[in-house]
């Protein structure tokens, strides 16, 4: 087993999150999702990040209980779908998520998309949060934009974090810059540039990776790891997965972090958040 040296970044509620977790987008409910969340837990991951809309939540917590670990050792998150923000059911959302994943609370719930009616999930979040169901709650894909209108709702809880697209490919660099000056933390989807994406093809990243013995995902990951976000690669594959967390024995230069800021095309892998149709 490699050894888990994931730095935990404080939230801005005062509870601590792994900066590295598994992510499991696209990942089917079933056989895969138990066992790469099985295989994470037993390479050092304690941080998974699931959604309803993933439709795979029994199987990450099939998966959790798999390796036996105390619930209390892992970061679990999990993300309010669509749907749900427009008919208006967090609440029951929430205790059907808890019911598929075998849990009797999270660590994290998400927002999942400034869908119509967000505003009105955000307040009904802070109530769950305030009732201790959830150790932290915060958003997904929110602009600048929602995040000022978010901060004047006037709930008085701020989002612990914004979770938002972001590699190579897409850095995102300003609405990093933002959300951070906000006291929120960010955490980084496709870091890998996606599912089917090109990014790791790059030449640069794997000539970068020769130097240190690492593969074009490692650095990408370490990239990440280096400008303070929180990074969640998924993979089915458990040599990936393992892969992916072996990151903390090597470090980028600023010339290189540059240089990897630099494969910057401008385009999403994912939705536009001023402009999705789901
Ligand atoms: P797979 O799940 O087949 O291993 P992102 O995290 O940006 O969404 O990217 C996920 C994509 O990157 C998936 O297609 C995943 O494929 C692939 N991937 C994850 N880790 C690695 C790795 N270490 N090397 C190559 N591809 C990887």
Sequence with gaps: MIDNKVPNITLNNGITIPQLGLGVFQTPEGETTANAVDVALRSGYRHIDTAKVYGNEKSVGEGMRRFGLPRHDIFLTTKLWNEDIRAGRTREAFYESLDRLGTDYVDLYLIHWPAQGWQQAWED?????????????????????HVRELEALGTGVKPAVDQIESSPQFPNQELIDFVK??????????????????????????????KYGKSPAQVVIRWHLQRGVIVIPKSTHAERIKQNIDVFDFELSDEEMQQIAGLATGVRTGGDPDNFDF
């Design 125 to 145: 979040m802070v109530a769950l949060y305030n009732e201790r169901r959830i150790r932290a709650i915060g958003v997904c894909n929110l602009q600048e934009h």
């Design 181 to 210: 000056s906000q006291d929120i933390a960010v955490e980084a989807y496709s870091p890998l540039g996606g599912t089917g994406g090109s990014l790791l093809s790059s030449p640069q990243l794997a000539q970068i990776g020769a």
